[in-house]
């Protein structure tokens, strides 16, 4: 790799690539992590402790990262039309203007939105990743925020599925820095349906399956998150795949709310809570949580295992029942992989008035202690069960802290008999 002079940009570096078809892997390790995304002149975390907790983690030597949603914050609507006061679209549109403006008005890809798209980009995708990744496989996953919006609904509608113009942003940002995605289904609906999910197989050891819950809001009939096709396509792989584990990675976290709109859950925040807007939530969608973790809990001698982006906390829960469905057979590990990005006004309890805690339809066991805490988490995958720690951190804790971080949880999810 060289510059335009022909001088290397960088020392060689080895590349790594994932195991065979007909591969079986001893130990495969995966890092997981979330909302590594964020501005510093919107109150992101620094990049600087960033790049430490990435740094930290790549000590651990992954074979696999997965980077699961919330890669960019810079919402359009929903920061200056629908949500808040008029002072703070305001601000946010003073902000926006001095730093990198999207102008609705015209072609998302017109010349102004290209340099802004570009800026926006530099300042939270590049700065952070540079090149730490060169010898880690890294996989993204697109959650609400990488749309350019935030997931709400009011009287004006509901910001998903995205309309045109932003899910234009979002494929060109995919486009320019995300990892190309090699495991995408051909489904009903094409690229629009297909680019919603992903499957990462290492080898005859594991698959991921990586999906989207934004895209395929269905706000007309309340069907549910994801599109039809690619709620059958993945029960029809929790049936069919060989694989020794089987892992979710959905961008909406499975067993915890917050109170938003957007969650599997019809959980309400606290009474009185400023913007909330989980009246507009369509109940059709928990219906949908239901096939799929029923599928979940339903597999042959593989746990059922789920590990999501999204909420801005750490933890893991182990999920017995939900709803009507009994899953103590084969309790459903939910799992919260930790933020990357999290400032000190992003944590659900300050935004929300509402610390994430397990739904009301839900029952289960604390694994791991929920936290509002910055982290990641590692899976470490042999044939016979999946080793999983977990990282946390958090202002004032000291930056220089994080280099020696050590896992605040540890836990092991064995196969079944």
């Excluded at 997931?151 to 899910?167: E, Q």
């Excluded at 913007?275 to 593989?302: C, M, N, T, V």
């Excluded at 029952?363 to 720690?389: K, M, Q, W, Y």
Aim: proline residues 7%.
């Amino acid at each position: 790799m060289k510059d335009e002079h022909g001088a290397p940009l960088r020392e060689p570096w080895q590349l790594k690539t994932l195991p065979g078809a007909d591969q079986s892997p001893e130990r495969f390790r995966v890092l997981f992590f979330t909302c590594a995304g964020g501005d510093e002149a919107a109150d992101a975390l620094p990049m600087a402790f960033r790049r430490a907790l990435l740094d930290r983690a790549l000590t651990f030597a992954p074979d696999l990262a997965v980077a699961n949603g919330d890669h960019i914050y810079w919402d359009l609507n929903t920061a200056l039309k629908w949500r808040g006061d008029a002072a703070s679209q305001a601000q946010t549109a003073e902000r926006y203007h001095k730093i990198a403006w999207i102008d609705q008005d015209t072609a998302f890809d017109s010349e102004t939105n290209r340099h802004s798209l570009n800026t926006i980009i530099s300042r939270q995708v590049a700065a952070l990743y540079e090149d730490r990744f060169a010898s880690v496989p890294l996989v993204f996953v697109t959650d609400d925020h990488d749309y350019f919006e935030n997931d709400n609904g009011g009287t004006w509608g509901y910001s998903f599925p995205p309309r045109p113009f932003v899910l234009g942003l979002q494929r060109r940002t995919a486009a320019m820095v995300y990892p190309y995605a090699l495991g995408r289904p051909r489904l009903k609906g094409g690229a629009l349906t297909s680019e919603t999910v992903e499957t990462v197989k290492i080898g005859k050891l594991a698959e991921i399956a990586l999906f989207d819950c934004r895209r395929g809001w269905d706000t007309k009939t309340g069907y549910g998150v994801l599109f039809p096709e690619v709620e059958q396509f993945l029960i029809e792989r929790l049936r069919t795949s060989t694989a020794s584990h089987y892992i979710h990675a959905p961008s909406n976290p499975f067993g915890w709310t917050a109170g938003k709109i957007g969650e599997w859950y019809g959980d309400k925040p606290p009474p009185g809570t400023k913007g909330s807007d989980k009246e507009f939530w369509p109940s059709g969608w928990f219906d949908q949580h239901q096939r799929l973790i029923k599928a979940l809990s339903a597999q042959k001698g593989r746990p059922a295992i789920t590990i999501s982006g999204d909420m801005h906390a750490s933890g893991a829960k182990r999920l017995t029942a939900s709803g009507d469905l009994d899953l103590s057979a084969n309790p459903v590990e939910a799992i919260l992989s930790g933020p990357i990005g999290t400032g000190s006004r992003g944590w659900p309890s300050q935004g929300r008035g509402m610390f994430p805690r397990i739904p009301e339809k839900l029952t289960g066991t604390d694994v791991a202690a929920t936290e509002e805490r910055n982290g990641f988490t590692l899976f470490d995958v042999t044939p016979d069960h999946i080793e999983v720690r977990q990282f946390r951190w958090r202002p004032p804790e000291p930056v220089e802290a994080i280099a020696s971080l050590q896992p605040f949880a540890t836990f092991t999810i064995n196969r079944r008999a």
